[in-house]
């Protein structure tokens, strides 16, 4: 509503980056880090110190097995996810817009939203054998389920004034879907395809502890046997790590794709 | 039958009925209402809320059908919403991922107008509504006047000759609403249409409308038509003189004093 004071303070934004919450972040990750070394140093729990899990970090890159994990776990997320949000944003528009597919569909969806994506996994491997497809099954169905829900909300909740106003300046169903429907619905879409992101990530890490030959949650099954903690640490924090880069740059071409969005800050 | 096109009112309702759900839980939104407005003219409806105004215009912009009774647009019945009928939301219903310019040209471009003649047009309009500085600004960076006007210059930017305007200004405040009426008055005096303006303020009411159509509820029917005889353009003085006052209390009575319907005129 005040235009103005809209203007100047996304003009003060980009004018100056405020380092106080920067800093602050660094200093909480000192601390956690500070922390960490003083409880092992003392030997209060038997638990690898920041040094000796920073050491098995680097040996681990220069054997090249940390990176073949990296790489192994990523594909099939992102092969699950890709194909996940591909059918789900189709399938949403469907179920947001027509009220037979939506009574056909949302049974379906419902239903398996209940089951944990992990509870599928036996199913996956009796039927699609040991190697790939159950994992990057498993992992589409966890996509799917959680980006289909968010973009037939995001296709209901268009607000019908919007629709009114093409319609009276000409716009049949054809113009409207497009011009319309997708640009009002892109936020809960983005919205579902992160929390898709998220739950498809959640979901290839424990399909490795389960069932594969690499990947990060495999590499932790392994050092698991041998009490090897070093190694369980370093991925640990690389799947933290990992799943923070991704999420933040899904949030960053959300901000993109909605800045005309009005947000309260 | 030869009558010439001044003859046939620009919209025409004919015994419009409106009903809305059914069984026990219906109720009547419109009852029979008749009225003729020409073309050129300026029209503003008040009533009290249920009076069935915001139906009325519904049912003019095509976007609610009648339940008896028909809607005429020069003659011809009103099927469904059409770029000839311009509407202007009370929430302003402006596209937010697109800018003014953008907003402005949205009936033009779903039309698969050239580039450069869709930018003619935007730039006669988005001059015309003072909002020249901002052609470029998202919707969310605007004040609601200035939302509002970026609405009117895109409803007139498809060339309509009727604009349905629903309570325009009623989200704004009572300075900014009175710069918008002269505004308005303005931009209608270049751009000549006919206007259906509803309003809830009988201030409002008075200073545009060559007529002002007073309405009841419940159900929504019309009350009385009053006519304002003051010739445009408006001014302040005008707004502040005898005359003005004399309509004003004519139609607050209108408004505010309606005797309960007699049951024999159901």
Redesign the interface.
Known sequence: ????A??TQ?ARNKAFIDWSPILLNLLAFACGVGLWWAITAAQMVVLPGPVEVFTRGIELIANGQLPLDIVSSLRRVLTGFFLGVALAIPVGFLMGWYRVARALIEPYVQFFRMIPPLAVIPLAIVTMGIDEAPKVFVIFLASFLSCVVATYQGVISV?R??I????????TDR?IFP??II??S?PFILVGVRIGLGSAWATVVAAELIAAQSGLGFRMQQAQLYYDLPTIFVSLITIGILGLVMDRLVQAAERRLT????RAR | MTSSTTDVPKISFQNVSRRFGDGAGSFLALDRLSLDIADGEFVTVVGPSGCGKSTAMNIA???TEVSDGRVLVDGKDVH????E???I?Q?Y??????TVRQNVE??LR??GMPATERRRISDHFINLVGLADFADA???????G?KQRCAIA??YA?NPTILLMDEPFGALDALTRVGMQDQLLDTWTQERRTVVFITHDVDEAVYLANRVIVMAARPGRLQEIIPVDLPYPRTEAMRLSPEFAEVRNRVWHAVYHQKPQIESNI
Do not use: C, H, Y
């Open positions: 509503m005040t235009g103005a809209g203007v996304s607000d004034t919007l009114n106003a093409a319609r009276v300046l000409g716009a113009i011009r319309v640009p009002a892109t800045q005309w969005q009005e | 912009a095509g976007l469904g919403p059409g770029p009928r311009g509407v939301f929430q219903a402006l596209f937010p991922w697109l949205f009936g779903i039309k998202l919707p969310k960076t605007l004040s609601g200035m895109r409803a498809v």
